[in-house]
């Protein structure tokens, strides 16, 4: 995937009350970003999590990284994103990191040193 396309976006906290008015199918891993525990910002009051997010933008550096489903190194990869792609990372744990191209995702995680930023 090539990050020509993604466009830094301004994310906030929405007003209002948030909730969810009924139940929301579990997407698939690898597609929004969504996990149990956090989700991005934009997901606020379509799907529910334990805390919300407002990403910091990266970049990816120059050898692109795999997206993997989890951080395990055998983990099943859901996509690349090449070299250059501006990302969103939502979650830095230790070597890994979990972020997305926006809340459309794709989203996953991928080794922290994969960014050049």
């Not at 190194?73 to 744990?93: K, M, N």
């Amino acid at each position: 995937m090539s990050g020509t396309d993604v466009q830094a976006s301004e994310y906030t906290v929405p007003e209002g009350v948030l909730g969810l008015k009924g139940p929301v199918e579990k997407p698939a891993p690898g597609t929004l970003p969504l996990r149990g525990d956090l989700a991005h910002i934009a997901l606020a009051g379509t799907h529910l999590a334990a805390h919300y997010v407002i990403p910091h933008i990266r970049t990816v550096g120059a050898q692109g990284v795999e997206v993997m489903e989890n951080t395990r190194d055998d983990s099943p990869v859901i996509t690349r994103f090449e070299p250059g792609t501006r990302i969103e990372v939502l979650d830095v744990a230790g070597d890994w990191i979990w972020g997305c191209l926006g809340p459309d995702g794709p989203s996953g995680y991928m080794k922290a040193s994969c960014l050049a930023d």
